[in-house]
Nanobody, 121 residues
Framework: QVQLVESGGGLVQAGGSLRLSCAAS????????IGWFRQAPGKEREFIAR????????YLADSVKGRFTISREYAKNTVYLRMNSLKPEDTAVYYC??????????????WGQGTQVTVSS
């Protein structure tokens, strides 16, 4: 079992920045892919970014490319989502997820509880 806990959400003005954290515990996430998703009220869950824990290979959705970055810190077993130039449309609950074999965005086995990000205009 892998437990994931997100933190770092909050209220920020448009143009501001936040850094979300996803702390993993339980079994090792070595070899896992860690992804970030978000879900706004009344909308479907949206893939944001992913990182391969071992190789560090990253991929970001077009909607956030150039504004968001994803990284990991081995010593803290934590994945970060740095969000810059935030827009009101970035308002959502942000979730991290872990998957052993990720081919599509539905291939994640473990999910965190989410953290709210609200961007005011």
């Amino acid at each position: 079992q892998v437990q994931l806990v997100e933190s770092g959400g909050g209220l920020v003005q448009a143009g501001g920045s936040l850094r979300l954290s996803c702390a993993a515990s339980g079994r090792t996430v070595s070899g896992y892919t860690i992804g970030w998703f978000r879900q706004a009220p009344g909308k479907e869950r949206e893939f944001i970014a992913r990182i391969g824990w071992s190789a560090g290979t990253t991929y970001l959705a077009d909607s956030v490319k150039g504004r968001f970055t994803i990284s990991r810190e081995y010593a803290k077993n934590t994945v970060y989502l740095r969000m810059n130039s935030l827009k009101p449309e970035d308002t959502a609950v942000y979730y991290c997820a872990a998957g052993r074999v990720v081919v599509t965005n539905t291939d994640y086995d473990y999910w965190g509880q989410g953290t709210q990000v609200t961007v005011s205009s």
